[in-house]
């Protein structure tokens, strides 16, 4: 990886603290941001031995996979290994940086690099993604303990100190195997593997886990589920009536989920609130926003000292309105240990950079792509040959896509109406032709000048030419946050599909631009995407709603018809995922995903959908 010129001009060899221009305030983003990788590198300059060595840092993730349980339970421990150099944004490609872990972490060796320098590398063990399973058998702990503090497992959230390395060292040598057990919650026969390392301290080293404490654990298998002995099943139908999005999972039935993986819960935690908003007491929707809040201000790509006021302020709220859990008898503690885990976050990102370079998603990613999907299609005797086959064809078969695409060799679909009146037929809007006046004139006269504009309707531009009709558009935007490509730009296709995937219309909603000097929701309103003729969206209010910190929006009409306008796609934003606001009825069993644009009259418009709709939308 070092060698690889791909990474030459990705990555970092010297620690920095980094400040904002506007405000000298301190912020972190990459890994060499944080003040860990800034404290080992004096370290290193303090030793005449590595004095004025490259400091190059290993990140280890362990995930155990399950490959099959049918066939015997197979179980594997995928080790990744990477370096926390190469920055963030690197990391969200999920491109194949793997590296082997070296043996030079006392005497500097000399490596080369991808940007054809020489470099005396000196390593040093960083830290270690991994879930809460998995935190126990490295720090060598028993169930319902935090591996980063001293609190004991019946009240984890009062304050303590961190654990240490020397302190257990210390406990381990004076106190017996009972008192180890029951005070502190330490396995006292085993001992953590990067003991056998120089400097390295597992309770320092373990890294915060986004999936696995926040969305999965606190998220689903704490607020979810006891939410659920409020509602039992009737919040269901309104989870499997939520309009699709590009990129959000569905949940066709709405409840009775056999199985949850790291994106149903994802995608779960983007459209719970407001099904749940209207059947359950303030306290626990403000319960689950304060957590989304944290979940979206902890994943930012730059987080600044006033972001981590704002994370300790909502974790603050969070532990506040959860008494309502408490008040109502649905749990009787919050002693639970990936929930816990939020308080350590804020000095993890101070530690270890923004969190999102750590994200376990990352490592998934690649053992879902070239293990799992790889030995479903073996044979699973004597599988390993098999798979590797596998991901060489499907290496092959992308490079065979681009190549297709660029030929144009891929068929086209449907062909759509070729004039304005059929078009207009097509998409029941008899004033179409009105409507492209209008744009052609806004176009021609953007200042609307009375001296120029044409006083005669005959005078002004018509167009009776050809046209061609796109059942979609991409749009490309800037988000670090998000998996992106290397620049940080993702790519999104909005669709209008007449017979989406051979079933009923998606028509899907975007943000428009309509104010480019004001900056976010204010400067943007919401229409439906109908290749560039769109149905317009008034915003509900001057701000988002209290409860949720959501816009809401509703359905424009002029005169008593639905407002359509045409536009120009170059002010088309972004797509836009909106919600229904189901109140307080049970929604219909008959009512569909694709029906609730078309009845309701009041939608969220959902900031939880990505992390670029939560800063937009904020």
């Known amino acids: 990886m070092l060698t690889n010129p791909d990474f030459a001009a990705e990555m970092g060899l010297q620690p920095y603290h980094e400040f904002a221009t506007e405000n000298d305030e301190h912020q972190w983003e990459d890994f060499m941001s944080g003040d860990w990788s800034w404290a080992q590198a004096d370290k290193i300059s303090e030793d005449p031995d590595t004095h004025g060595s490259t400091f190059m840092l290993v990140i280890l993730g362990s995930d155990k996979t399950t490959i099959s349980v049918a066939t015997g339970q197979n179980n594997y421990y995928p080790l990744y290994t990477s370096i926390g150099n190469i920055q963030n944004n690197v990391c969200h490609t999920h491109r194949n940086g793997i590296v082997n872990l070296e043996t030079a972490m006392t005497k500097p060796e000399v490596t080369h690099f991808g940007d054809g320098h020489y470099h005396c590398m000196i390593y040093e063990l960083g830290p270690y993604i991994a879930d809460y399973e998995e935190q126990m058998l490295l720090a060598c702990i028993f169930r319902n303990w935090c591996a980063k503090c001293l609190s004991h497992h019946g009240n984890l959230d009062d304050v303590s100190l961190c654990c240490s390395r020397s302190h257990t060292d210390v406990l381990i040598k004076e106190c017996n195997s009972g008192t180890l057990h029951l005070e502190y919650g330490i396995v006292g026969e085993l001992m953590p593997f990067t003991n056998n390392f120089p400097c390295a301290d597992i309770h320092e080293l373990l890294a915060p886990h986004i999936l696995h404490q926040l969305i999965k654990g606190a998220y689903k298998d704490h607020l979810v589920d006891w939410v659920e002995k409020y509602l039992l099943q009737t919040h269901g139908k309104r989870i499997a009536a939520v309009p699709p999005f590009p990129g959000l999972h569905r949940f066709p039935q709405g409840h009775y989920f056999k199985q949850w993986t790291g994106d149903d819960s994802k995608a779960l935690m983007k459209v719970y609130l407001p099904a749940i908003e209207g059947y359950v007491p303030v306290d626990v929707v403000c319960s689950f926003q304060a957590l989304l809040e944290f979940c979206y201000l902890v994943h930012h790509n730059v987080i600044s000292e006033k ?30 240990a990936r929930q816990h885990s939020m308080v350590h976050y804020a000095c993890l990102i101070q530690l270890f950079g923004a969190t999102n370079g750590l994200c376990s998603s990352i490592t998934e990613s690649k053992h879902i792509k070239a293990i ?72 021609l006269y953007p200042d609307k000048d009375p001296t120029k504009v044409p006083e005669s309707i005959m005078d002004c531009p018509h167009f009776n030419g050809k046209i061609w009709v796109f059942n979609s558009a991409v749009s490309m935007f800037f988000t670090l946050s998000d998996l992106s490509g290397i620049g940080g ?96 009825d049970i929604l219909p069993s008959a009512i569909k995903s694709h029906h609730v644009l078309d009845i309701f009259t009041l939608f969220y418009v959902n900031k939880y959908a990505d992390h670029h709709a939560f800063e937009i939308a904020a």
Request: neutral net charge.
């Open 307 to 336: 972001s981590l006021s704002e994370i300790k302020d909502v974790l603050t709220h969070f532990h506040k309105y959860c008494e309502i859990f408490k008040m109502t008898g649905v749990v009787t503690t919050f002693s639970l």
């Open 372 to 443: 799992k999907e790889p030995w479903r299609c073996s044979s699973q005797y004597k599988a390993l040959g098999q798979m590797l086959l596998t991901n060489q064809c499907l290496d092959k078969l992308a490079a065979s896509q681009v190549d297709f695409c660029f030929h144009g060799m891929l068929a086209e679909g449907r062909k759509w109406a070729q004039s304005v009146p059929a078009l207009a037929n097509e998409l029941n809007i008899p004033h179409l032709a009105n409507l492209d006046l209008q744009f052609l004139i806004g176009q």
């Open 489 to 584: 730009m993702k790519r999104e296709y909005i669709c209008m599909s007449p017979r989406w995937r051979t079933g009923y219309a998606r028509k899907d909603c975007v943000l428009v631009i309509t104010d480019s000097n004001t900056q976010r929701m204010q400067g943007m309103d919401i229409a439906q995407y109908l290749c560039t003729v769109v149905h317009w969206f008034n915003q509900v209010g001057d701000a988002s709603d209290d409860d949720t910190r959501m816009w809401m929006v509703e359905p424009s009409s002029v005169d008593g018809r639905t407002h359509f306008a045409v536009i120009h796609v170059d002010t088309i934003f972004r797509s836009a995922h909106l919600i229904p606001v189901y109140g307080t």
